[in-house]
């Protein structure tokens, strides 16, 4: 088998296996005990939470825990825009992941609020000049992805923040994509929210971890234990935010380089395809993509035929992301890109990680181009 699926998981790192396991035996301890045991798990805790905070350049306080990415993401939107509202407006895209887009919704139909989609371009970019143009004195909130979940496109994240606090606008993003490959650096990025998910950089399922800046308010989604200084309640996950704290530590001392071998082999990957697949159409930005991503369409065929075909061959892939698995409907993302309908359904991700090899790069792309002919000749 070859795994061509890492957006929308990847395998767990041995050393965060390695670190949580303690916690799942001895070191078993409640983090709000005041006992021995539990004393020992809020040591953990708090070193994990130093741990992560230093891999995002920000003090530990501004670190809170969660269940993974859609609760991150829900935690900053809901958490920001009613916390402490400037107005009633958000203004997001219409190619977010469903955690987003959802979560303004409910803001939408339960608070009042409204939502401005700003358009993109073919290729996934958002033009920071339509984000100026959107910001009114009661917008609440900026949400805007690092990377695109299912073409890889990358914003210009630093221009959009820095244009949202023109008028102090609280700007947050959506890193679950990017947290395995972009720079993470909070302040440089100049972003108030940022969200993680543990699964896509090395940690299992079931861990997340969301950056607020400190000064801003927060209504918690959770009430009960006041656990995470009140903005999370709930027995903390120690061992999921100790693997998450050391998987994310390795993956930012492995970055540049996994990140420079990988676009090298994804741009490998993409020409051997186009080149030999001749409806194969490439979807995101061509150069300001994440390392890993190779989005396609294949006009006339199936994109779910395309899959099974691939899986037959050993390739494991998808047609988008994992969290909108099994849905008829074609891709949000690619449609509010431009494409048709009908070509957005002929959708496959191929997403490499830091351990695809080039051999088996090469015998995908050989795979992808014998699968399209296959598919393409029960249509004829």
């Known amino acids: 088998m070859i795994y061509l699926d890492n957006a929308a998981t990847t395998p767990v790192r041995r050393e965060a296996l390695e670190a949580l396991w303690p916690h799942f035996g001895p070191n078993f301890g409640n983090p709000s005990s005041h006992h021995e045991v539990g004393e020992a798990a809020a040591a953990a805790l708090l070193e994990a939470r130093r741990s992560v905070a230093r891999s995002l350049h920000c003090r530990p306080g501004e670190v809170t825990f969660t269940s993974g990415g859609t609760e991150s993401d829900n935690l900053a939107i809901k958490g920001i825009s009613l916390g402490a509202p400037r107005g009633r407006h958000i203004v997001t895209t219409p190619i977010e992941h469903e955690a987003v887009l959802e979560s303004c919704d409910y803001l939408r139909r339960l608070h009042g609020f409204e939502i401005t989609l700003l358009p993109v371009d073919a290729n996934g970019r958002v033009d920071p000049a339509a984000l100026a143009r959107a910001l009114r004195p009661d917008t609440t909130l900026v949400s805007v992805h690092y990377a695109n979940n299912e073409v890889g496109t990358v914003q210009p994240l630093v221009e959009l923040a820095a244009i949202a606090h023109t008028i102090g606008v609280p700007f947050h993003t959506d890193a679950v994509q990017a947290g395995g490959w972009l720079d993470l650096d909070v302040s440089t990025l100049g972003v108030d929210a940022l969200s993680l998910s543990g699964h896509k950089l090395g940690a299992p399922p079931g861990i997340g971890a969301v950056f607020l800046r400190g000064r801003l308010p927060i209504e918690p989604l959770l009430h009960g234990g006041g656990q995470e200084r009140g903005k999370r309640s709930g027995t903390e996950n120690v061992a999921g935010a100790v693997a998450l704290a050391v998987a994310l530590r390795l993956t930012a001392e492995e970055r540049a380089d996994a990140a420079t071998r990988t676009s090298l082999l994804r741009d490998q990957f993409v020409t051997t395809i186009l080149r030999e697949t001749p409806t194969a159409r490439l979807t995101g930005h061509p150069t300001e993509r994440l390392p890993g991503t190779a989005s396609f369409v294949f006009p006339g065929t199936s994109g779910e035929a395309v899959l099974l075909e691939l899986e037959q061959r050993g390739i494991v ?28 359904q002929t959708a496959v991700r191929f997403t490499l990680g830091a351990g695809t090899t080039a051999a088996e790069a090469t015998e995908a792309a050989a795979s992808v181009r014998a699968a399209v002919a296959a598919v393409a000749s029960l249509g004829d």
Not at 324 to 329: N, R
């Open 317 to 344: 892939c998808s047609s988008g992301s994992a969290c909108a698995a099994g849905s008829s409907e074609p891709s949000h993302v690619l449609t509010a890109m431009g494409w048709p309908a009908d070509v957005a």
